[in-house]
């Protein structure tokens, strides 16, 4: 669905997260991930970071950080929160597999 890059930046750790929307909640959820895209682009730690919709009530998140820092300040930032203060409401199965580490291809 959207992605921000920081480029010049190279990533060590990720969060791949995946939410499975209540029934009628889907469009609710495609809007909070696609609004979510400028507060991932102003989190400086924050160097990449994905929205994608599996199937039409499935949705995943990948984003990934440069040190263990950024990563920590996301999962304390405002998308996260919202996340999680709407989950019960809107995507009660979200699931994260949060300390996943990030391999790239040196050049």
């Known amino acids: ?29 495609e809007a909070f991930l696609r609004e979510a895209l400028p507060l991932a682009n102003e989190e400086s ?9 599996l199937d039409p009530s499935t949705f995943g998140i990948f984003d990934a950080f440069a040190a263990e820092a950024g990563r920590n300040a996301h999962l304390t930032g405002p998308i996260a929160g919202a996340l999680m203060a709407n989950a019960a409401e809107c995507c009660p ?6 300390r996943s580490m990030c391999w790239q291809q040196s050049s």
Request: aromatic residues 6%; glycine residues 12%.
């Open 45 to 53: 730690g924050t160097t990449v970071w994905f929205a994608i919709k």
């Open 1 to 29: 669905m959207t992605l921000s890059n920081k480029q010049g930046v190279q990533v060590s750790v990720g969060i791949l997260a995946q939410m499975k929307a209540k029934p009628g909640k889907e469009a609710a959820v």
């Open 93 to 98: 199965r979200l699931r994260a597999f949060g």
